[in-house]
């Protein structure tokens, strides 16, 4: 069954983590914000790929989040960044690894979405970058202080994933990784089938957590498999129950080709916003329960 004509849904992910009582409004705020930023792509009759990377842009510029300004850093005490976009249409994707020193690694990604490669990392995607005209910057400027302070694990990958007007699935991802992480290490985030898929014939997934077992899972393949079935939050909730399998947590977000949303988390928090063309107001929860008790 396709999704009614002209229906568009959104929903975007500010990671999967514990958050602090004094962080709960800008994890809200920026995930609205996010929110808003692709809204307005798909109210316009744009497409799902430009709303995804609208979304994700804004996650990447606020250090609230674990994406671009506010990385977390690795074990020299860098920031190295992967991040991803899939078109469900054409199915081409676009993807970064260990990228550093720009700004927006998720417009990086879809520059090279129309390319030949699917991933680039390390200092190749850097000179894909600068070649292409990308918003470059000193990569000490991306590290915020609290994250010198931190020696927490973070697992807070920022995602989105779009349902356009004209039925046009896109998922997208963004991530310092994990703190401490070694120098060149990729988790999920940029590998199709772990961190994220999209296909217009079946729907979409952007997936948070800890990278290497949902990897291991190929925890999106998983999730794009069952979503027919099960619809989008049974099977982000079967596959992702298999992270016990694998150690760490794991959180995702999905839309199906119908336009049905799902979420879930096993992480304590996940910061989640979601609309569509068929709903009054945007809705934001930081967890399940949350939204479990305002549907009573
Ligand atoms: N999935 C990311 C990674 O392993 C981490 C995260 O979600 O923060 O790189």
């Not at 690894?97 to 990604?109: C, Q, Y």
């Not at 699935?169 to 990729?186: F, P």
């Not at 199709?192 to 393949?221: F, M, T």
Request: proline share 3%; hydrophobic share 45%; glycine share 14%.
């Amino acid at each position: 069954m396709a999704g009614q004509p002209g229906r568009w849904a959104l929903i975007v992910h500010g990671g999967a983590k514990e958050i602090s009582p004094e962080e709960e409004e800008d994890n809200r705020s920026g995930c609205l914000q996010a929110l808003a930023a692709g809204r307005e792509v798909l109210e316009r009759g744009g497409n799902a790929l430009d709303a995804v990377e609208a979304s994700i842009r804004v996650l990447e510029a606020l250090p609230v989040f674990n994406a671009g300004l506010g990385s977390a850093l690795n074990i020299l005490g860098e920031v190295e960044m992967c991040a991803a976009l899939m078109d469900g249409q054409t199915l081409r994707i676009g993807a970064v690894g260990a990228l550093m020193g720009v700004r927006h690694p998720v417009s990086v990604a879809r520059k090279i979405l129309p390319e030949e490669p699917v991933l680039l990392v390390g200092d190749g995607a850097f000179m894909f970058a600068r070649d292409h005209h990308a918003e470059l910057c000193d990569p000490r400027e991306l590290i915020v202080e609290k994250r010198k302070e931190s020696l927490e694990q973070l697992h807070d990958t920022v995602g989105a994933v779009a349902l356009d007007m004209n039925g046009n699935v896109a998922a997208g991802t963004s991530t310092g990784g994990l703190t401490g992480a070694m120098k060149g290490r990729m988790g999920d985030s940029a590998i199709p089938g772990c961190g994220y898929y999209a296909d217009n014939h079946i729907g979409g997934v952007a997936i948070s957590g800890h990278g290497e077992g949902i990897a291991r899972l190929a925890a999106a393949a998983q999730i794009m498999g069952a979503i027919d079935r099960d619809g989008p939050e049974s099977a982000i909730a079967k596959a992702l129950g298999q992270m016990s399998r694998v150690g760490g947590d794991a959180d995702a977000i999905a839309i199906d080709r119908q336009g049905r949303l799902g979420w879930w988390h096993n992480s304590e928090h996940f910061a989640v916003a979601m609309t569509a063309s068929d709903t009054d107001e945007p809705k934001v929860w930081l967890k399940k329960e949350e939204e479990l008790s305002a549907n009573g």
